[in-house]
Structure formats: C-alpha cells, structure tokens
C-alpha cells in the first residue's frame, strides 16, 4: 500500500531507509533523530531525495531511476507535523477552510468526530495544546487526502481521548481508503494502532513487521528496551533443530522452545506478563527470590531475582492472592513460554558460558 524507498544526505546524517507496508497503517518507531520525521517529509515533498522511489496505492510520487517527482500540492498529502502551527488572524472555522480542495460535507464530519464543535469561533492563541492538535488533525483530513501523515499526532491528549479519536480517524480512512503513515515514541500507542511498524535506527531499517511480531520477537535487545522490555537472561544454547532450539537458563533449568536459534549462547527475553497460574504444556518452572512489590494502579509490580539476573513481572492486583509474594522469600513461579524469544548476542557482551 505504502512503498519508500529514500536516500538523502545530510551533515552528520545520512537516511537510507527502504520498506514496503501491505497496511492501511504503518507506525515509524525508534529513538530521536533516527529519520522518522524526515521519512514523512520526504513522502509528503517538503524535503528532495537524492535517489529512490515513493508510491502510495500505486500511485507514484517520486522516482529518481524514471525521473518522477510530483510537487508537494500534487501529491495530496494530508500531514501534520510535530509543530502543527495555526494562522493566528484566522478564527479555527477559517483555518479550516483556508486553501483549495475542502469537501464542506467530509469537513462537517471531522468537526463532528473530533467533538471540535464549540471551537470554531475560537481563535488559535486561546486553544489549549490538546485543542490546538485535534484542529490540526480536522486540518490535515479536510482535503481528504491521498495519505495521511502524522508525526506524533496525539502527544497532547490524554489516554482516553487519544484511544476514542485514533480509533474514529482510523475507522473513518479505512472506509475511504487513506492509509496512515505514523510516528511515535510511544509503545502504547504503537500497540494500540496495530498494522505494521517499522523500526528505524540511524537512518535505517532495523526491523519490520506486523506490530504485535515486533513486539515480542525485536531483532536486537537493543530494539526490544527500546519497545519497553525489561527482562534478559543469558543462556546456553545445548542444541536446536529446523524451528526448535533447546537452552538451558541458569542453574540448571533446560527448556524447548520453537525458535531457530544458530549461536551457542543468547539473551532471552522473558514479557513481563509471563507469570502463569497453571502448569500447561507450553510453561516452566523457575526459582526466584522475591525482591519488591510495588502496588501501580490496578496492577502490581514484582522484581524478582534469577541467577543474578533481576526481572520485572506485572500482574493484576486481582491475581496476587494465587502467587507467594513476600519480598526476601525464595518462591518457584510458572512462566509462560509463549512469548519467550531468542536474541543474539552481540560482541560487546562477550561471553558467558564455557564452551
């Protein structure tokens, strides 16, 4: 649906990006400055490429092999950036309609979906930052465009207002077919868009993939505390096979999971959320030693202490009562291996098992 292919210079920098989204929504994740927002100028035509290829529903916008390069006012974009500036002197309704190509009819549903009503006759300069977002966004949707972009759209809202207004603008771009390309540094919200996600680093594409894939399975412990993981243990690989790899977790606790894994030793990545209630086929059972509990909302927070490696678990406050949880106190819990994931080790953490 959505194809980049971009390379451009810049002092210090260099973008080399290349992915292909089969998706109505692609989320760009990754930490400051590693070429997500310039991806979304270049796509958009605010800034020029030296060499590559963009198209958007087999529409080409650019083409540096065939020579194509549509203007910015012919691509169609509908983008709102990081600083999603207002013209002053205009009232919110004329902001709206300032320029060529508003559906009055498609505009008078975002007013609605966006609950942006009782502002119209406002001026910018008296909109709080979360009004001054969702006028932006009514903004960027008006000319109902080819692709819609945005560059942390939804960072001056609140949870619940910014879950209800994703949702309404997703639902409402499916229907008329505008695929979304979107940036964020939150974990949260790249989960809660779904579609497909691309992990940039330094100017390049370090992982793609279905949203929920990259999340419990990130090509690098580099990539996965980025996506907010916590838990790593270092581990021998004993043996492994065409899609299964046998390990042993310090002490002595050897498990099978259904991974290829060809190194001799690896980080494995336990979710938060492993703790289980019930010996099953796919779990394990592993010694800790309870270090704290912290009570976070409804949920609590236990660290827990294996083969010197400390871990994080969350569980429902709800669930506490079936689990041992007394700080200081050696206890065995139930894992659940579903989401437990292999990744390499890198050269740098050198190693830690004989061979």
Not at 16 to 21: F, K, P, V
Not at 23 to 29: D, E, H, K
Not at 172 to 179: R, T
Not at 182 to 199: F, N, P, Q, R, S
């Given at each position: ?12 920098f260099?973008l ?6 089969p ?7 990754g ?55 207002l ?8 902001n709206?309609?300032y ?43 008006a ?12 960072s001056?809202l609140?949870g ?11 639902k ?9 390309v ?18 940039y ?55 099978t ?52 490696h400390k ?29 437990f ?15």
């Open positions: 649906m959505v194809s980049v292919k971009a390379f451009k210079r810049l002092k210090g260099f080399n990006a290349e992915w292909n989204s998706s109505a929504v692609t989320v760009l994740f930490p400051s400055g590693s070429g997500k927002s310039l991806t979304l100028k270049a796509i958009s035509g605010l800034i020029p490429l030296e060499s590559g290829r963009i198209s958007v529903k087999d529409r080409l916008f650019f083409d540096s092999e065939k020579g194509v390069n549509l203007p910015p006012q012919k691509r169609k974009v509908g983008y709102l950036p990081q600083s999603h500036t013209f002053p002197h205009l009232s919110v309704y004329r709206l309609t320029g060529k190509g508003v559906d009055r009819k498609w505009l008078e549903h975002l007013i609605k979906v966006t609950e942006t009503e009782k502002l119209l006759d406002k001026y910018p300069g008296s909109l709080s930052g979360g009004e001054r977002q969702r006028i932006a966004l009514v903004r960027a949707l000319i109902k465009p080819q692709i819609l972009l945005l560059d942390e759209p939804f001056s609140h619940f207002l910014k879950e209800r207004l994703f949702e309404e603008i997703k409402m771009c499916l229907e008329h077919e505008i695929p979304i979107m940036v964020t540094h939150d974990v949260k919200e790249l989960l809660h868009a779904g579609g497909y996600c691309i992990i680093r330094n100017g390049q594409v370090e992982q793609e993939g279905q949203a929920n894939a990259v999340y419990f399975k990130p090509s690098s412990k580099e990539t996965a505390k980025l996506l907010g993981h916590k838990n790593f243990v270092r581990v021998k690989v004993l043996d492994s096979g065409e899609n299964w790899s046998k390990i042993l977790i310090p002490p002595n606790c050897e498990i999971l259904p991974q290829r894994y060809s190194g001799k030793e690896a980080w494995l990545l336990i979710p938060s959320s492993a703790l289980a209630l019930k010996r099953e086929r796919e779990t394990a059972k592993l010694g800790f030693k309870i270090i704290k509990i912290n009570q976070t909302g409804e949920n609590l927070e236990i660290t827990a202490e294996l083969s010197n871990l994080t678990f969350v569980l429902p406050e709800s669930l506490g009562p079936n689990f041992i949880l007394e700080p200081l106190k050696k206890v065995d819990f139930l894992l659940s291996l579903k989401y994931h292999l990744i390499p080790v890198e050269e740098e953490d050198g190693k830690a098992f004989e061979s």
